[in-house]
């Protein structure tokens, strides 16, 4: 099947400094794709629909300034943490559309000192 | 790591029959399962979650039942209509953890 790959797969930083994830479509192209963040004790959340050469959609609550999403290619779309803060510390995923079906990157853990 | 598999990955049901798809995981120390619904054309959303000190949760039509003991979890949906038709995503964590999903199950209810 489809892969999708993050990187990093784990990264710490200072508070203040920017972190970006990349979500790589290895094996096909992908117009469209997702990135999630899960909540201490919850599921997975959407953030963010990445579109191919069009900005994000951004899903209520979430702060399109803080959470940068460039989406340059069709096999690559990068999330950027700004100054981030230790409440920015959580699991991102990100997720990959090949003809209608959705395949899932291994996840980012993102810790803030 | 945690590894989830899926089945079925495709599944076609009669409006009104029940569906059933069914997830395995391999990690123990597993402790939250929750369930994705991604309609065509749309984005994905969680529908029901259960976590590992809970035998069974039922929301309306939909239920998820775990297995701690055989490591599966399933999810019902009863009195299926048209608008279940979706891609459905299981999914296992322990809080701390990589966040695994399964393969995802597409369903089909045929009118």
């Known amino acids: 099947g489809a892969v999708v790959s993050q990187h990093p797969s784990w990264v710490i930083c200072k508070s203040g400094t920017s972190v970006k994830i990349e979500c790589r479509s290895l094996?096909?192209?992908?117009?469209?794709m997702f990135w999630y963040r899960q909540f201490p004790k919850q599921s997975l959340m959407l953030m963010a629909t990445s579109n191919e050469g069009s900005k994000a959609t951004y899903e209520q609550g979430v702060e399109k300034d803080k959470f940068l999403i460039n989406h340059a290619s069709l096999t690559l779309s990068t999330l950027t943490v700004t100054s981030a803060h230790p409440e920015d510390s959580s699991f991102y995923i990100c997720?990959?559309?090949?003809?209608?079906?959705?395949?899932f990157g291994p996840g980012t853990r993102l810790t803030v000192l | 790591g945690e590894n989830v598999e899926q089945h079925p990955s495709t599944l076609s049901v009669q409006e009104g029959d029940s569906a059933v798809i069914k997830c395995t995981y391999s990690?123990?120390?597993?402790?939250?399962f929750p369930w994705y619904k991604q309609e065509l054309g749309k984005r994905p959303q969680l529908i029901i979650d259960?976590?590992?000190?809970?035998g069974e949760k039922k929301d309306q039509r939909i239920a998820v039942t775990l297995n701690k003991t055989a490591k599966h979890f399933s999810l019902h949906i009863t009195e299926t209509q048209p608008e279940d038709s979706a891609v459905y995503f299981c999914a296992a964590t322990n809080y701390g953890q990589n966040f695994v999903f399964g393969p995802g199950t597409r369903l089909s209810v045929l009118p």
């Open positions: 259960i976590r590992s000190n809970v």
């Open positions: 094996d096909f192209q992908a117009t469209t």
């Open positions: 997720s990959a559309m090949s003809r209608n079906e959705q395949f």
């Open positions: 990690d123990s120390a597993s402790n939250y």
